[in-house]
T-cell receptor, first 112, second 115 residues
Framework: DAGVTQSPTHLIKTRGQQVTLRCSPKSGHDTVSWYQQALGQGPQFIFQYYEEEERQRGNFPDRFSGHQFPNYSSELNVNALLLGDSALYLC???????????FGQGTRLTVV | QQQVKQSPQSLIVQKGGISIINCAYENTAFDYFPWYQQFPGKGPALLIAIRPDVSEKKEGRFTISFNKSAKQFSLHIMDSQPGDSATYFCAADKTGGTSYGKLTFGQGTILTVHP
């Protein structure tokens, strides 16, 4: 079982650019959630996808958007990058109706 | 509004000692309380979790104690080892309905276990 995989592992972007991060959930899981973890902080919930639709969303601006594909993999898109978007972006997968969530290793995004 | 408060921010323990990390929550609708362990450069790994219908859950050297009336829960690591040195996060979730799977995390505790 490959677990939750994310790509890329590291990324450097310039302020104002757009970025796409990718996530493949754990085998058998159908729900993907995205979190932002600033340095020294706990992860903050961005949004969650199930059946290719956004189920719920945290307190993040519309610059953050996502997508889920029929194979349950997911993308996180961030437009008009700000310096404050620099963080570790984590993907968590779960099975709808089950509480346990499993995280990937994250993508470290640096905005310069 | 921070809904899950975690303490201490950092903790130093000698090998073989007991590490204790505490969390308090505000939202009484929370009904699932996991603990995650995170090593530098890695994603959080699920350690152990508890629901409010039990006051204690033990898995190996890790124990969660839960006090529903006080809205507090804690992680105890028995016989702490240098390999346990990591950042620990408590979290809470309101399962059921449309809000399932939206974890609210504490600020984290950096645990250092000296040999």
């Amino acid at each position: 079982d490959a677990g939750v995989t994310q790509s890329p592992t590291h990324l450097i972007k310039t302020r104002g650019q757009q970025v796409t991060l990718r996530c493949s959930p754990k085998s058998g899981h159908d729900t993907v959630s995205w979190y932002q973890q600033a340095l020294g902080q706990g992860p903050q919930f961005i949004f969650q996808y199930y059946e290719e639709e956004e189920r719920q969303r945290g307190n993040f601006p519309d610059r953050f958007s996502g997508h889920q594909f029929p194979n349950y993999s997911s993308e996180l898109n961030v437009n008009a990058l700000l310096l404050g978007d620099s963080a570790l972006y984590l993907c968590a997968s779960s099975l709808l109706g089950r509480a346990e969530a499993f995280f990937g290793q994250g993508t470290r995004l640096t905005v310069v | 509004q921070q809904q899950v408060k975690q303490s201490p921010q950092s903790l130093i323990v000698q090998k073989g000692g007991i590490s204790i990390i505490n969390c308090a929550y505000e939202n009484t609708a929370f009904d699932y309380f996991p603990w995650y362990q995170q090593f530098p450069g890695k994603g959080p790994a699920l350690l152990i979790a508890i629901r409010p219908d039990v006051s204690e859950k033990k898995e190996g050297r890790f124990t969660i104690s839960f006090n529903k009336s006080a809205k507090q829960f804690s992680l105890h690591i028995m016989d702490s080892q240098p390999g346990d040195s990591a950042t620990y996060f408590c979290a809470a979730d309101k399962t059921g309905g449309t809000s399932y799977g939206k974890l609210t995390f504490g600020q984290g505790t950096i645990l250092t276990v000296h040999p």
